[in-house]
């Protein structure tokens, strides 16, 4: 498996930005796609956005394009989260995850191996 550990989260103003980032050990970084998800309290968890193993492909949810963008760097074994254009639901506890392959077929939670602790994100209105 491969650790992974979140930062980058606070509090923001509707409307502001925030980029979180994920770091990443133990595994060949390369051998992952890799995915944000988010938590919402009294929601599930939910895929947010993800990245193929060359940062060729990606996904993002509906409710985030446009705003968001997932990028990585292989060589600093980083993935990224640029967000933009805040809104308060947009609101959770958000995880980076490691998928079981390096593609993007299949975005559950099951597909992931491995998870961050979290960081808390907040958008105020």
């Known amino acids: 498996q491969v650790q992974l550990v979140e930062s980058g989260g606070g509090l923001v103003q509707a409307g502001g930005s925030l980029r979180l980032s994920c770091a990443a050990s133990?595994?060949?970084?390369?051998?992952?796609?890799m995915g944000w998800f988010r938590q919402a309290p009294g929601k599930e968890r939910a895929i947010v956005t993800a990245i193929n193993w060359s940062g060729g492909s990606t996904y993002y949810a509906d409710s985030v394009k446009g705003r968001f963008t997932i990028s990585r760097d292989n060589a600093k074994n980083m993935v990224y989260l640029q967000m933009n254009s805040l809104k308060p639901e947009d609101t959770a506890v958000y995880y980076c995850?490691?998928?079981?392959?390096?593609?993007?077929?299949?975005?559950?939670?099951?597909?992931?191996?491995?998870w961050g602790q979290g960081t808390q994100v907040t958008v105020s209105s």
């Open positions: 133990g595994r060949t970084f390369s051998n992952y796609a």
């Open positions: 995850a490691a998928k079981r392959s390096q593609l993007l077929l299949g975005l559950l939670t099951s597909d992931f191996g491995s």
